[in-house]
């Protein structure tokens, strides 16, 4: 992956490898709690981190593991099983499809929309926005401009404060009509009153189903990575209230926070999709473990 050919988000965590294995030669208990220490200051879960210790544990004692270089050959593994979830990582590539788009405002919701937009209008595919934020001033304009810097023909919307699940059935109508092959919607962003969000949400799915019920299904949540933990407690949040499919990490290129991508993977089984390595339209990437562990390791 691009982010890591320049600076690795888990740098401190592997400089502190060496310094643990340094200190404590014998790789006994003082070694593991230094490197647990170490993944909780790197935002990995305490519970996933106590996971990772126990599981390297193993491995140290059963392999009679004594190097560096083995160390963080056998955290390699473990962090790869950990965030590797086979084919729920991939989208589904099954048309038509709709994503619906979920999280809180400020997260990077409506760039990654552009951004998903662009990679599928590269792909060939036709693709629709629909504006169902419509709690947000000026959410829907903020939506047409960025479709039509990447090429949408279509941006359904309707006026501030409309009924989203009506701006939803509007553009399916219009999807189906036209056979569109991406439908991507944009949805309101406040946790404030989760009740409210949730009945959106559930009112939103069933139209959907009703309406275009051979269409393939993401929702995918979009948290910004540099809030840290308190992505981890959005992920927690949006996760009681809809049935996410897949995690867009946003701003992993401004952030030393790595951990939380081991930590929502883990605690709620949520794979991730992709990640957002800047501001150009190309800058979100598909998340592949394999790639992600490969390049915190590459020194």
């Given amino acids: 992956m691009a982010l890591f050919e320049k600076k690795s988000v888990f740098r401190k965590f592997i400089d502190s490898i060496t310094m643990a294995v340094y200190d404590n030669p014998e790789l006994g208990p003082e070694f593991l709690d230094q490197l647990e220490e170490s993944l909780v200051m790197a935002d990995v879960g305490i519970d996933t981190s106590a996971k990772?210790?126990?599981?390297?544990?193993?491995?140290?004692?059963y392999k009679y593991i004594t190097r560096?270089?083995?160390?963080?050959?056998?955290?390699?593994?473990?962090?790869?099983?950990?965030?590797?979830?086979?084919?729920?990582?991939?989208?589904?590539?099954?048309?038509?499809?709709?994503?619906?788009?979920?999280?809180?405002?400020g997260g990077g919701k409506t760039t990654t929309i552009a951004k998903l937009a662009n990679m599928y209008i590269q792909q060939g595919k036709t693709v629709m926005l629909a504006a169902a934020d419509t709690f947000r001033a000026a959410a829907a304009e903020q939506l047409e401009l960025w479709g039509q810097r990447v090429g949408v023909e279509k941006v359904i919307r309707r006026e501030e404060g409309a009924d989203p699940t009506a701006v939803i059935y509007d553009a399916i109508q219009s999807a189906k009509a036209n056979n569109v092959d991406v439908l991507i919607c944009d949805t309101a962003g406040r946790l404030q009153n989760k009740t409210n969000l949730m009945k959106e949400l559930e009112k939103m799915s069933r139209v959907i189903t009703r309406e275009w019920p051979e269409a393939t299904r993401e929702n995918l949540l979009v948290v910004d990575a540099t809030s840290g933990k308190n992505a981890v407690n959005q992920a927690e949040e949006f996760n009681n209230i809809a049935d996410i499919t897949g995690i867009v990490l946003t701003k992993m290129d401004g952030t030393a926070r790595g951990g939380i991508t081991v930590t929502i993977t883990d605690e709620f089984d949520m794979p991730i999709k992709f990640i957002g390595v800047g501001e150009k339209m190309s800058d979100l990437e598909p998340f592949n473990a394999h790639d992600f562990v490969e390049g915190i390791f590459d020194e």
């Fill in 52 to 61: 990772i210790i126990e599981e390297l544990n193993k491995a140290i004692n």
């Fill in 68 to 105: 560096e270089r083995e160390i963080k050959k056998e955290l390699s593994r473990i962090l790869e099983e950990l965030m590797d979830k086979g084919e729920r990582n991939l989208m589904k590539n099954e048309f038509p499809l709709v994503i619906l788009m979920i999280g809180i405002n």
